[in-house]
């Protein structure tokens, strides 16, 4: 244990940040925050990549503001869907064209945002100081949300992308919290269990959560 | 609190997934049912029926080219590899004079609309993954008649799992005004539970709230969509032997081991195969308003059956609703050949069972027509409280056998006996005549308590303790291919 810690000491000295370690060392944990959610819970959330990129990207925006853009980004995709249903171009075509409505809807709220007398910034993430790389990460949830919209229902799509943001959350939560920051440098050796965890879930066979409320007709029959 | 009791027949998403997919459907044989070109094509070659392709489109430099008027007035357009039924349209006429066609739900898409939506599946917009797709444009089934009535401007489609090849379980889907022409439950379609034996519908269930936290399903017991709704229960559905047979003809093919079948009845064509699933949903247990679990488990392991067994055995295991319909039409109980009996310990007895356990005891039990009265094997009878009865019978002074039935029932009327038996009787046993104690005893069999007679023997010629006779027969039908009905 004490070796560990010196290899520890020393790569947050000589190799990378205590920051990038500590998101490094979250990725495990935010990964298997998603594989409960999906196998044990039964969220279907858009796979595994979009609600850890939403949990990173709050910790840049603060949350408040993380779930305005997100908002900002789900209104701005419907929107553009709609009006381009009928217009016959290319696939990447239209994500390019989709990703223009969000740099404007996106603006236009901003700048509602900082004039209104409800605006929902704080001290701590006044616009002007929040790192473009959180939004454009949020931006990003624009992909999944259209991808999957063209495939499924709206309703199922929503749901989706609830799950997804839930998730976000916790994972904002789990990444900001400085006592779990303080534990997971301290006690590397958590991802082992972290390891056997996720092996458990692999073999999990019984039902979810949700299908105890998808299936509670038979059950009650 | 969730009562997890409750939920152990229903198979979940995780152990579908672990269980069955997993092990029983390789990778190769996923990729035939992921390709819906590649599956008519296979399934050709085995003379198995599936509806005909009018045109292909593979490329848009072909679709560039494409001749509309060569389309017909009716048809349906789907994606290669679409799953859901995304990007299935179904088109049912022609406007006149124009390039353009109507749609289940009156809505008309002309030659433009109808190339942005053949760009959109070869684009791979309604497919699996996100590669290229081909766009598939087949001819339409017509209804049969006997299921048009029920349907509302569409196909019903019937589902059949088949697992091992045995069918396991099937329900059918009705398209409703609200699911636009579709047969999906998730859209609004109905969908009902049917009986393995006999191909009727049993239970059936529709949408009723879709919301973003959960959808919930009611039961229907009407259509919903005509002027004279008709009840959905004991529909009898078209060529059922023919429909498990061509499912399981399809998993031979496909090699897919835990397969969802999706068929329609042809008017003209009879049953069609139009998609194999190797991921088939578990939807399908609501219909039927049971569990798939205890089925599959019943399942693994069994050696490959022939197509004819394979059915045979399909019913006889999962067609319960025979018994039940018999025992309506004739007020009779019916059991197996072998059913579990409790025999419960004698009352009479001053001496009370030590453990709890013996207080009453489960043995196997054989039906027999043969024989009148029952017969109870002397050891079971002495474990079960009546030991003074058979040793106060073997203190009596009776030959071990009789040279024929006249003497022995002779024998028999002049012995005097106790209250412990209720009479002496004559039986065979090992070809000899012999005089053996009747008693009476409690047994619990179908739910119900009842005091019998039953005749104390060695039992020497059966593996079984108990021997149920004709006397305590009379309410009931034996099925003798079944076991432990009850």
Known sequence: MEEMNTILVWIKDSVITEEILIFMLFIPIIATLVNISRYIIGFKTFGIYAPMTLAFAYVFTGIRFGLLVTAAVIISSLISYSLLKQIRMHYLSRITINYIFITFILLGMLILNELSPWSITTDHHQIATVPPLGIILIAALSDFFVKEYVKKDFLTTIRSLIETVIIGVIGWFLLQSQNLQQFLVQNIWIHIPILLLNLFIGQYKELRFKDFFRFKKISND | ?486
């Open chain 2, 1 to 486: 609190m969730i009562n997890t009791n409750q939920y152990k027949t229903i198979l979940g998403l995780n152990r579908r997934n672990q269980e069955y997919i997993r092990p029983y459907n390789p990778l190769s044989s996923k990729k035939i049912s992921d390709n819906k070109i590649l599956t008519k094509r296979l399934l050709s070659k085995a003379d198995i029926k599936t509806p005909k392709t009018i045109k292909i489109i593979r490329t848009k430099k072909q679709l560039a080219f494409f001749d509309w008027e060569s389309l017909p007035k009716s048809f349906v357009v789907k994606p290669n590899r679409g799953t859901g039924g995304n990007g299935i349209i179904v088109f049912y006429g022609k406007k006149k004079g124009e390039t353009a066609w109507i749609r289940s739900n009156h809505r008309v898409m002309n030659k433009e609309q109808l190339r942005i939506h053949f760009e959109k599946i070869l684009d791979g917009s309604f497919s699996m993954g996100d590669s290229k797709d081909i766009v598939i444009i087949e001819e339409r089934i017509l209804n049969h008649s006997t299921l048009k009535k029920y349907s509302f401007r569409g196909v019903p489609d019937i589902r059949l799992i088949i697992f091992n090849k045995v069918p396991v379980m099937a329900m059918i889907r009705f398209p409703t005004k609200i699911s636009d022409g579709k047969a999906n439950l998730h859209a609004g379609g109905i969908c009902a539970g049917v009986n393995i034996a006999t191909g009727v519908t049993t239970n059936a269930i529709q949408l009723k709230k879709s919301s973003v936290l959960e959808n919930t399903y009611t039961n229907v017991e009407y259509t919903t969509d005509f002027q004279e709704n008709l009840p959905l229960k004991d529909i009898q559905i078209p060529y059922w032997d023919k429909i498990l047979e061509t499912a399981i003809r399809c998993q031979e093919i496909s090699n897919i081991g835990f397969l969802g079948v999706d068929i329609a009845i042809d008017e003209n064509n009879g049953p069609l195969v139009f998609e194999l699933n190797a991921r088939p949903g578990l939807g399908i247990q609501m219909a039927n308003n049971m569990g798939l679990r205890p089925r599959l488990e019943r399942l693994k392991g069994i050696e490959p059956l022939s197509t004819k067994r394979a059915i045979r055995l399909a019913k006889t295991l999962f067609g319960g609703e025979i018994e039940e319909c018999m025992q309506f039409l004739s007020g009779k109980q019916v059991l197996g050949l072998v059913e579990k009996v409790t025999i419960h310990y004698n009352q009479n007895n001053s001496l009370k069972p030590n453990k709890s356990k013996n207080k009453s005891q489960t043995v196997k039990a054989l039906l027999d027509t043969g024989i009148v009265t029952s017969r109870i094997d002397e050891g079971l009878a002495n474990r079960m409280g009546y030991e003074k009865a058979t040793d106060y019978f073997k203190s009596l002074d009776i030959p071990p056998y009789f040279e024929n039935i006249e003497e022995a029932k002779k024998f028999a009327k002049e012995l005097k006996v106790n209250s412990e038996i209720s009479r002496p009787a004559v039986i065979v046993e090992s070809a000899k005549v012999k005089v053996k104690p009747a008693i009476q005893i409690d047994i619990q069999i179908t739910g119900e308590t009842r005091q019998i007679e039953a005749i104390v023997s060695t039992q020497k010629d059966t593996i079984y303790p108990l021997l149920l006779g004709r006397k305590e027969l009379k309410d009931c039908l034996i099925d003798p291919s079944k076991t432990f009905v009850k």
